[in-house]
């Protein structure tokens, strides 16, 4: 029985050893390339809501005070696709072109991104409670479960939140 390769994985390490190729040609010879970039930036509503508490409902004080919070989502990636594949084949290694070509396309979100935050809260107080902050995802890696007619995907990453809450109920902030 042969054993099928999963594209997505096979993509995600294409790109880490292009990447370590490419800096590697580029000291042997200039040659670049134009990559598209998403940016996403759009509203986003957040439940905090904490642990069951005696005869309190999900979601506790916080949650009771004020069900949603507003802010803002990021998102940043690179997307680089087979046609770019196709205009640039000298920069991806041959054993390699048709696996990145068989992804569809390829999401990439180098380091440096992760110093830009994923969420910024930004909820003044519209009931009892306002809440500041921001998420940071520094270290993390999805698939695509599906690419058309709509892309599903999943991601999982290790993320870090800083958040001031300004509740009576809470207590200290």
């Not at 993509?11 to 590697?24: K, N, R």
């Not at 409670?129 to 995802?137: F, L, N």
């Amino acid at each position: 029985m042969r054993r099928r390769n999963n594209p997505g994985l096979m993509a995600a390490l294409t790109i880490i050893f292009v990447s370590l190729w490419t800096f590697e040609a580029d000291a042997q010879e200039s040659r670049t390339a134009e990559v598209p970039v998403q940016v996403g930036v759009g509203p986003a509503g957040f439940l905090l809501g904490g642990p069951i508490i005696e005869d309190r409902t999900w979601g506790g004080v916080l949650f009771d005070e004020q069900p949603v919070h507003s802010g803002l989502r990021i998102s940043l990636t690179a997307v680089i696709d087979s046609e770019l594949v196709d205009e640039h084949p000298g920069m991806v290694p041959s054993q390699y072109r048709d696996q990145l070509r068989s992804a569809g396309e390829v999401r990439y979100a180098p380091g440096i991104v992760g110093l830009i935050p994923s969420n910024i809260y930004l909820s003044p107080g519209v009931g009892d409670a306002a809440v500041w902050g921001a998420t940071w995802s520094p270290l993390g890696i999805g698939l695509a479960l599906t690419s058309e007619p709509v892309r599903f995907s999943g991601k999982a990453s290790a993320i870090g939140t800083v958040m001031y809450i300004d509740s009576e109920a809470v207590g200290s902030s």
